[in-house]
């Protein structure tokens, strides 16, 4: 009777633990977060205004080719890449690819407003600190559409995995393991320092870059990091290529593990026969 009554104690107590604390610690160690959809809801709605290519090429070259260079159509960058990194600490990236990796209308509010498009308000207010790519929020809607229009028309129709990471995260961030070096000094700009991405697939997963990519205010509230909006094939290509880097074995891990089963099976039934055996003996 007094082994029963321990028990039961014991089986409270470690039930009140398990189901009293630990969706509490999980709670705060792995908050809940809220898939990415890829749709910016918070964002104006600027695309839903129509845009004009043609017009889009002209307002282009008049505001965004100081900084920016368009490869695609011959338009080359008018600063020298170390003046630009030595200036915004960051190299403006080409927007050759730009219509194709960014979702339109987070392009479109990350032209008109960059902070509250990349959600880093709370960094860099626009009146005493100003971000290293300019708003345009006194463009019209419908000029900014017509920005956004034009990349999309000169944009490739496909991008390989590793251009896609490079377009849209290389300017901050380095890749040592595919040799890719960082190619700023975003230090001094955004007060924080983008951490190599070799191994991010491994110490992060999957689960978390899916989310935290699409909105990293959720992972790390106050980060410096950006939101990238890209598109849901774009963030895609990304992950497959930070796997490709960063756990080149996993498909080989993968196909080897039935066969790895399949042997632990066999020796658990030759273990019950060997069973069998000794106890017929003892018999
Ligand atoms: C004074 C220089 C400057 C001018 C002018 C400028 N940009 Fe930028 N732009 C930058 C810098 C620096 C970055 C890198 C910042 C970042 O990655 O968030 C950037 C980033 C971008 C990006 C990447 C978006 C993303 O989500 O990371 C796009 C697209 C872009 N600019 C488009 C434009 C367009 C279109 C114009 C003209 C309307 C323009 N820029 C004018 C400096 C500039
Ligand atoms: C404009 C610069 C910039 C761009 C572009 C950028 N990042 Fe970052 N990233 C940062 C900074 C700065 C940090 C460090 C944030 C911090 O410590 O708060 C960071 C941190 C991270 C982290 C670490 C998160 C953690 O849990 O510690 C990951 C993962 C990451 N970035 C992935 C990406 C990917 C993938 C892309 C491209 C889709 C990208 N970043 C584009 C600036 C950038």
Same mark, same amino acid.
């Given at each position: 009777? @007094?082994?029963? &009554?321990?028990?039961? +104690? ?30 910016? &809801? ?7 205004? *129509? ?44 927007? $050759?690819?730009?219509?194709?990796? /960014?979702?339109? !209308?987070?392009?479109? !509010? ?25 708003? %345009? $929020?006194?463009?019209? !809607? ?19 995995? *590793?251009?896609?990471?490079? #377009? ?19 230090? @001094? ?18 689960? %978390? ?5 699409? #909105? ?11 939101? +990238?909006?890209?598109? =849901? ?7 497959? /290529?930070? =796997?490709?880097?960063?756990?080149? &074995? ?8 039935? /066969? ?14 060997? *069973? ?8």
């Amino acid at each position: 009777m @007094k082994e029963l &009554k321990i028990f039961g +104690v014991v089986t409270f107590f470690t039930l009140v633990t398990y189901w009293g604390v630990e969706p509490l610690a999980h709670s705060i160690f792995h908050p809940h977060v809220e898939p990415a959809d890829f749709q910016f &809801k918070d964002l104006e709605k600027i695309t839903e205004t *129509k845009g004009d290519a043609t017009k889009g090429k002209e307002i282009l070259s008049q505001n965004c080719v100081g900084c920016h260079s368009v490869e695609k159509v011959g338009i080359p960058a008018q600063v020298d890449k170390q003046t630009a990194i030595d200036s915004y600490g960051v190299f403006p990236p080409d927007l $050759s690819t730009a219509g194709l990796i /960014y979702e339109s !209308n987070y392009l479109a !509010n990350f032209i008109k407003h960059p902070t509250k498009a990349g959600k880093l308000e709370h960094k860099y207010d626009g009146v005493n600190k100003f971000y290293i790519m300019p708003d %345009y $929020s006194w463009m019209s !809607n419908e000029d900014i559409s017509s920005i956004v229009e034009y990349l999309k028309s000169i944009a490739p129709a496909k991008l390989s995995n *590793k251009e896609v990471f490079v #377009d849209a995260c290389g300017r901050c961030h380095s890749m040592k393991y595919d040799k890719l070096p960082a190619v700023s000094d975003v230090t @001094k700009v955004m007060a924080s320092t983008p951490p190599d991405l070799s191994m991010m697939i491994r110490s992060r997963g999957e689960h %978390y870059l899916t989310t935290f990519i699409n #909105d990293p205010q959720k992972h790390l509230h106050g980060t410096a990091m950006p939101r +990238v909006g890209l598109t =849901e094939e774009a963030q895609k290509q990304v992950i497959t /290529y930070l =796997e490709e880097i960063g756990d080149s &074995k996993k498909a080989e891990r993968e196909a080897i593990a039935p /066969y790895v089963l399949g042997f632990l099976g066999f020796m658990i039934f030759i273990s019950l026969l060997w *069973k069998r055996e000794v106890w017929n003996e003892v018999k």
